[in-house]
């Protein structure tokens, strides 16, 4: 199995997640605040999986990733912190409010 494929159930729940998520409120706000996670995340992933992948600490067979790289890290590295930034918030959208227990 590639990674790529892999990946297909973790994108799929996260954008059935927020697009169901967008029908609460205050949709706009997380929506560009998981915009800015994701820059951030990206970029820390791209630093951080290339460092690792120079220092020869991991490798990824040539036979199982999709071949585009940023750098040495495959492209696939990046979907799992695309996908964490607007998974959570979304979830947390979606589960209903606490209420105080006094």
């Known amino acids: ?3 790529p ?9 996260t954008l059935i997640v927020t697009v169901l998520a967008t029908r ?3 949709a706009r706000e997380r929506l560009v605040a998981s915009l800015w996670t994701t820059v951030v995340l990206v970029v820390l992933t791209a630093v951080f ?4 992948i120079a220092a ?3 490798t990824y067979p040539a ?3 999709s071949g585009i790289r ?9 979907a799992y912190p695309v996908c964490i930034a607007f998974l ?7 589960l209903p409010e606490r209420r105080d227990a006094r």
């Not at 990946?7 to 729940?13: C, E, Q, S």
């Not at 999986?49 to 690792?52: F, L, P, R, T």
Request: charged share 15%; proline share 10%; hydrophobic share 60%.
């Open 1 to 3: 199995m590639t990674y």
């Open 70 to 78: 940023i750098g040495l890290a495959p492209i696939e590295d990046f």
């Open 88 to 94: 959570l918030p979304s979830i947390a959208a979606l």
């Open 49 to 52: 999986d290339n460092a690792m």
């Open 5 to 13: 494929l892999i990946l297909i159930p973790f994108v799929l729940v």
């Open 24 to 26: 609460r409120p205050r």
């Open 63 to 65: 036979e199982h990733i």
């Open 56 to 58: 020869d600490l991991f």
